[in-house]
């Protein structure tokens, strides 16, 4: 992926989830996004012991170059241990509807269907059963993966050693190879607390826009997140915040946990 100084000012939701031109500045926009070109992804291989997530958020947004009769993967991973090639993921699937795949207990497809190249979305995809679109949920039961971060092998994984990625299929082999077209920005992944989209963005003069991640919810009497496990309590030691802002270093995790990604 390559850096790109352009960023999502806003977005809304119709029946057909097309949002609504960057250009309206708020205090709050995102300064980098990353542009993968589709043959490009990030990934990260965990060593030693084989952390499990159960318990989850990931955030991010994006928007696509190429969507029509192709799958846009946003985050794979295994959902099983070295001995298994199990694997989850969320995407666009070809017939456009958001997809979060999970091969052993089977796929939710949206209904609503994702057509829109011009503009921003933004995705939340949340252990509480919940998928979120601009900050409304689209649905609340669904089975979401978990998560296997540790070191599997070549075999396992076709050409590429890593055990979990952004913007491509695990595994990645020459018959699944789903790379996403498009830009990325502010991609989050919370480690130990399952989160709604109140606690990533806001609605301001009806529009739904970045709002930093800190822990706190612009709900009223919303749980704050903290003291969570590894160096930022409101991250867990698994999570990670790509911005995008460096350009020599896309895969740099800004969370202080040194999650970084290549």
Do not use: C
Request: aromatic share 12%; charged share 15%; proline share 5%.
């Amino acid at each position: 992926p390559s850096s790109d100084p352009n960023a999502p000012n806003q977005d809304s939701v119709d029946n057909t989830y097309t949002g609504i031109p960057s250009g309206w500045l708020t205090d709050n926009v995102i300064d980098y996004s990353a542009f993968f070109d589709g043959s490009s992804y990030l990934g990260k291989t965990y060593s030693g012991s084989t952390p499990t997530l159960s318990t989850y958020t990931f955030s991010l947004w994006v928007k696509f170059s190429f969507i029509a009769q192709q799958e846009n993967t946003l985050l794979s991973f295994k959902t099983t241990g070295d001995n298994g090639n199990e694997s989850g993921s969320f995407h666009i699937n070809p017939s456009n509807s958001l997809t979060v795949y999970y091969q052993n207990t089977g796929t939710y497809q949206s209904s609503q269907l994702f057509k829109d190249t011009l503009t921003w979305y933004h995705l939340v995809f949340s252990t509480n059963s919940s998928v979120y679109v601009n900050g409304q949920s689209i649905s609340n039961s669904v089975s979401m993966p978990p998560i296997v971060l540790g070191h599997h092998t070549s075999s396992e994984e076709g050409n590429a050693n890593a055990s979990i990625k952004i913007g491509d299929w695990w595994p990645r082999t020459s018959s699944t190879n789903y790379p996403i077209n498009g830009h990325m920005a502010n991609v989050q992944l919370i480690d130990g607390a399952a989160l709604d989209a109140s606690y990533f963005g806001e609605t301001v003069e009806g529009n739904w826009i970045h709002r930093p991640y800190d822990g706190t919810s612009t709900v009223e009497g919303a749980t704050p997140v903290s003291g969570l496990s590894g160096t930022n309590d409101k991250y867990g030691t698994n999570g990670f915040y790509l911005n995008f802002a460096d350009e020599s270093n896309l895969g740099k995790d800004v969370s202080g946990n040194g999650n970084d990604w290549t």
